[in-house]
T-cell receptor, first 115, second 111 residues
Framework: NAGVMQNPRHLVRRRGQEARLRCSPM?????VYWYRQLPEEGLKFMVY????????ESGMPKERFSAEFPKEGPSILRIQQVVRGDSAAYFC?????????????FGPGTRLTVL | GESVGLHLPTLSVQEGDNSIINCAYS??????FIWYKQESGKGPQFIID?????DKRQGQRVTVLLNKTVKHLSLQIAATQPGDSAVYFC??????????FGGGTRLMVKP
């Protein structure tokens, strides 16, 4: 059973470009979460999605950031017009069911560098 | 011993000794807690979890203790090994499925 997969693992963008980060949850998991991690800090929640639905986006910046989890295919975190402050590691996690005691399993992350 | 550096607090232990990593959580309504291990360049790896109706849970070489009175969580690692060197995060689940992570502790195991 493959774990959570993320790609690309490393992404370099120039200021003003768009960044697209992909996440494929573990098999059988229908809930996806995105977190951001700055160096030497803990992970910060961004958004929680189920298939075709955004459940909680309270951690998403109001502008330039969007996320989706279509019926088919991976979840996408999209950052438009990137700025240097967007440089961070972005982690995706998945869980099987809606319950607060469902463990979230993390992918290896995408490290975004904005030049 | 334990020290606070410029960034993450660091705990240095001798190989074979026991390690104790502490975490204070913020929300008394949190009902589920998890410890994650993160190695350099990798994603957080689940270690052990505990629900709020328990005060202790044991796994293989690891034990988590929960003190709800003072909102404190600890992770004990028995017979610490070099492979245990990593950053350890506690996380609490208190609002839907959003995890709130603590600041992390770097564990360094000296041979």
């Amino acid at each position: 059973n493959a774990g959570v997969m993320q790609n690309p693992r490393h992404l370099v963008r120039r200021r003003g470009q768009e960044a697209r980060l992909r996440c494929s949850p573990m098999k059988g998991h229908s809930h996806v979460y995105w977190y951001r991690q700055l160096p030497e800090e803990g992970l910060k929640f961004m958004v929680y999605l189920q298939k075709e639905n955004i459940i909680d986006e309270s951690g998403m910046p109001k502008e330039r950031f969007s996320a989706e989890f279509p019926k088919e295919g991976p979840s996408i975190l999209r950052i438009q017009q990137v700025v240097r402050g967007d440089s961070a590691a972005y982690f995706c996690a998945s869980s099987p069911l809606l319950a607060t005691t469902d463990t979230q399993y993390f992918g290896p992350g995408t490290r975004l560098t904005v030049l | 011993g334990e020290s606070v550096g410029l960034h993450l607090p660091t705990l240095s232990v001798q190989e074979g000794d026991n390690s104790i990593i502490n975490c204070a959580y913020s929300n008394s309504a949190s009902d589920y807690f998890i410890w994650y291990k993160q190695e350099s360049g990798k994603g957080p790896q689940f270690i052990i979890d505990i629900r709020s109706n328990m005060d202790k849970r044991q796994g293989q070489r690891v034990t988590v203790l929960l003190n709800k009175t003072v909102k404190h969580l600890s992770l004990q690692i028995a017979a610490t090994q070099p492979g245990d060197s990593a950053v350890y995060f506690c996380a609490e689940n208190n609002a839907g499925n959003m995890l709130t992570f603590g600041g992390g502790t770097r564990l360094m195991v000296k041979p």
